[in-house]
């Protein structure tokens, strides 16, 4: 089995192998959901399905102009699958058969079959790089320190200056200038250490 097969239609795609579908592993794009069968897996999905005979699964009228094959690059045969209507592409070469999204519900309605599901749908594989890293706690327990020094500094640095802007014989205290500066320092640090994770330097 392959490990990284492309969708012939979402080129940037890599399909992904599940076995949502009768248990045989077959692989799904996840962007159009259409299905790349192995030789010999349609007939084994057909077969599972109720009352599923020995379907000719041979395109009708095959024409050498169908999307390259997934698995050798060929170009695949566009042809009717079970009804000249039902336009497949199929791999000569290889005997894959690609069916787009909603080909094998209408191959089971023409084989009438009803057994099973038609349709899968697949999740892109979560180790992608555009996944989010896991948050760790001890950074958000900082982050909240950080927080609450940044909010304190603020009120700190505020109340100074009501002090002191304030008439003297208006408020019981004096400024203090030791008080100010700390909660510069607390606003600043708390602020600077808010934004540093976001430079990706704690992870
Ligand atoms: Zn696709
Ligand atoms: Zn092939």
């Known amino acids: 089995m392959n490990t990284m097969i492309h ?21 799904v794009c996840p962007a159009c959901s259409g299905i790349w069968f192995e030789k010999g897996e349609l007939e084994a999905l057909l077969r599972q399905s109720q009352g599923g005979g020995q379907a000719d699964l041979q395109l009708i009228a095959p024409k050498p102009e169908g999307q390259d094959c997934p698995a050798c690059k060929v170009k695949m045969s566009h042809g009717g699958l079970v009804n000249p209507l039902l336009l497949v592409d199929k791999c000569e ?48 327990l900082i982050k909240i320190a950080a927080a609450v020094g940044a909010v304190a500094g603020l009120v700190g640095l505020s109340y100074q200056m009501y002090l002191y802007f304030s008439p003297p ?27 540093w994770g976001k430079e990706d330097r704690w992870r």
Do not use: M, Q, Y
């Open 93 to 140: 070469a290889c005997g894959g058969v690609w069916l787009d999204a909603r080909e094998l519900e209408l191959v089971k309605k023409l084989l009438g079959l009803t057994g099973g599901d038609s349709v899968v749908k697949v999740a892109r594989p979560s180790s992608s790089p555009a996944a989010a890293p896991a948050r760790d706690p001890k950074l958000i």
């Open 7 to 27: 969708c012939p239609k979402c080129s940037s795609e890599v399909l992904v192998e599940t076995p949502a579908l009768g248990n045989i592993p077959l692989d």
């Open 169 to 195: 014989e208006t408020v019981s205290r004096t400024p203090s200038l030791a008080v100010a500066v700390v909660s510069v320092l607390l606003f600043a640090g708390g602020v600077l250490a808010l934004n």
